[in-house]
């Protein structure tokens, strides 16, 4: 069994800063992946990358020998509002290769 426990999210107001972490742990042989995904109320679930409007302002950072991802959101505006979810692509001890998924942190911007 593997889990993925999150840490971070909470209110900040426009401009403000948050930093997002995420830790793998269980019957884990390799991690091939670990990043985030996003999903804001009404909305699809997306992808974080460094794509579009996240250019310059998130950046998500890993360390493969603790299984931990980080995901560093700076000049956050209101549309940034969303649950966000780390994942991870997990080959297990039993030679299973899955995706795992954290439980969600909300993520507030007040304008």
């Known amino acids: 069994q593997v889990q993925l426990v999150e840490s971070g999210g909470g209110l900040v107001q426009a401009g403000g800063s948050l930093r997002l972490s995420c830790a793998a742990s269980?019957?884990?042989?390799?991690?091939?992946?670990m990043g985030w995904y996003r999903q804001a109320p009404g909305k699809q679930r997306e992808l974080v990358d460094y794509?579009?409007?996240?250019?310059g302002r998130f950046t998500i950072s890993s360390d493969n020998a603790k299984n931990t991802v980080n995901l560093e959101m700076n000049s956050l505006k209101p549309e940034d509002t969303a649950v966000y979810y780390c994942?991870?692509?997990?080959?297990?001890?039993?030679?299973?290769?899955?995706?795992?998924w954290g439980q969600g942190t909300q993520v507030t911007v007040s304008s």
């Open positions: 994942y991870a692509d997990v080959i297990t001890d039993r030679g299973i290769g899955d995706r795992y």
């Open positions: 269980g019957s884990i042989f390799r991690i091939d992946r």
């Open positions: 794509a579009g409007s996240l250019k």
